[in-house]
């Protein structure tokens, strides 16, 4: 998708905790070999329209960068999963899920709660 944006090396990390001060950010960590994973992703391509006005979205590509993977499961305190999406805002996350649970529709809601709270 056009506004998925890649998340290459640690620094593209850190500055997407930052920028979620000002706009809930999106993770999405996707296993290229994986079914569950490209059902995920394609789930969230198809309902891509309900996240791209609320939400920055990234995308790891989970088989290239490993260590990314690593330091965001560091960083953000979570356990790593795959495909996984992460949802931080104001630096902290707010909402995870993996598997077969993703759905774009829930993960705009969930941003829609914690926009409220």
Known sequence: MNNWKPILTEQ??????????????????????CGISAFAKERLMN???????IAD??????????????????KLDVIHQSPQIIVVMDK????????????????????NLNIIS
């Open 57 to 74: 979205f990234n995308y790891l590509d989970l088989l290239a960068h490993r260590d990314i993977s690593a330091f965001i499961a560091s």
């Open 12 to 33: 593209d990390v850190l500055d997407i905790i930052e920028k979620s001060t000002e706009k809930p950010q999106i993770l999405f960590k996707d296993s290229l070999t």
């Open 92 to 111: 902290k996350v707010v909402f995870r899920d993996s598997h077969h649970s993703i759905d774009a529709k829930k993960i705009r809601d969930q941003i």
């Open 47 to 53: 309902d891509n329209a309900i996240l791209a006005d």
